[in-house]
């Protein structure tokens, strides 16, 4: 059996820029459908993040997930020092190569062991959070927290869920091997209580292939 790893490597070789994605709207009846959300463009929602803090240029940012980099280059074009990080060896080669200007890590969220303390002014999570297991989450918040600098900020994009259950809302595949998991707002509050503050919070209902809607935070790192 492959791990989750050895899944999303394998995504990538046959899957330019992360889509399109199939899945299961019902965890009980496959529903094939084919979503080209991963388009190589950047997120309107984190250009919006962007502007809420008026961020200046030459800051240092994390790109968690980063993929083939939709957002790094965007974010790299708005004049940002860019780091971006993936579990995925194909990706972050083919971003590196593609993307000279910023820098490309393989790593794991859980232990970013080649990161040091207080190194980022922002962190960008707009696709990695949610396909990593939710026992995996707060290691994954605590080093969020330990790399950004005591005034950083973080834009996190959660799928909806309307109840505390810690099952998937969809798979990325048909085996069902790559769960993608949606968190309530009260769950999520709980996993980042010590860490982070909420700012500001968006819902939008049109995003979340699940039916019920995406929810953007903006977070700002606690003192501890």
């Not at 200046?56 to 790299?76: F, H, M, P």
């Not at 790593?107 to 190194?119: A, M, P, Q, T, V």
């Not at 995406?214 to 501890?224: A, I």
């Amino acid at each position: 059996m492959k791990s989750l790893v050895e899944e999303w490597d394998e995504f990538f070789k046959q899957n330019p820029f992360g889509g399109p994605w199939d899945y299961r709207r019902d965890i009980r009846n496959w529903n094939p459908l084919n979503i080209k959300f991963a388009r190589n463009v950047q997120d309107d929602h984190i250009v919006d993040f962007i502007k809420y803090y008026n961020f200046e240029k030459n800051l240092k940012v994390l790109d968690s997930g980063c993929a083939d980099g939709r957002n790094s280059e965007y974010l790299i074009n708005e004049g940002f020092k860019v780091t971006g990080v993936d579990f995925s060896q194909t990706v972050i080669e083919r971003t590196q190569k593609r993307l000279p200007k910023g820098k490309f890590l393989v790593g794991d969220l859980r232990k970013l062991d080649e990161i040091e303390d207080n190194s980022f002014d922002f962190l960008i999570d707009a696709g990695c959070f949610h396909v990593n297991y939710p026992e995996d989450t707060i290691p994954i918040i605590k080093e969020y927290h330990r790399i950004l600098k005591p005034s950083g900020k973080m834009f996190i994009r959660v799928f909806n869920k309307d109840d505390d259950t810690p099952n998937p809302i969809f798979a990325v595949n048909k085996d069902l091997t790559m769960p993608v998991f949606g968190y309530s707002e009260s769950v999520f509050s709980n996993r980042i209580k010590d860490y982070f503050n909420v700012k500001h919070k968006i819902y939008d209902p049109k995003y979340g292939m699940h039916g019920q809607g995406c929810n953007y935070y903006y977070l700002e790192r606690k003192s501890k």
